[in-house]
């Protein structure tokens, strides 16, 4: 079973969703047997690179609010974070583009590290002091080779902005044609979607019914084909 997750590294409610759904798929049964991959998705596509501000001050701004409030809700956060086990700075942080990082998550896709990378690029931008944005290149890259990736494709990615930037753009592109309107969005094999981080119990909820969902292979055979088998292959009956 294939689970797909829309999500985006500015996005908090990502950074507990990701936890939660880890929480019940480590729970889950037949959890060896589900493939996990992260797809894109930018809540402020189109963002310049330079374009970098206080977190209070963007949300302030994007939903009308005043700072105190936004930061009423930035403590709200790191209370629903901390219930995850997750660090989260509730001052102090910034917000900018994340199409890089998006870019980079595509390279980690094809070297099967994916998720370490997207964890750590959740870490730094929710719990380290130091900004993925104003210092973006250089940390980018510490934090990519920490996930296991070579430094100089990492580099060569972040020097190429058409890297990887269609592969972006066609995961939002699915996404839309999804419904998909907001994150974290979960697609468990194309049959069932999950809004926002849900509880862990809704997941596993989500989790059993995708896979008792699942099609049973419908065999069309003929009596007397031939085939090969464990214990050898058949002999034709022309040949006995």
Known sequence: ???????????????????????????????????????SFELDPGRAKDDIQPVL???????????????????????????????????????????????LLHLAKEHGRQSELLQLLYRANFAEERSVYADADEFLIELAVEAGLDEGAARQVLADPAAYADAVREDEREAAELGANGVPFFVLDRKYGVSGAQPAEVFERALAQAWGARSPLQVIQEDGAEACGPDGCAVPSQWR
């Open 1 to 39: 079973m294939r689970v797909e997750i829309w999500s985006d590294i500015a996005c908090p409610w990502c950074y507990v969703g990701k936890a939660r759904f880890e929480k019940a798929l480590a729970a889950f049964p037949h959890r060896d047997d589900v493939e996990v991959v992260h797809r």
């Open 57 to 103: 001050t963007m949300l302030s701004k994007k939903y009308g609010m005043s700072e105190a409030q936004a930061q009423a809700g930035e403590h709200n956060l790191r209370a629903q974070a901390g219930a995850e086990g997750l660090a989260y700075r509730a001052e102090g942080r910034d917000h900018g583009s994340t199409f890089d990082m998006h870019r």
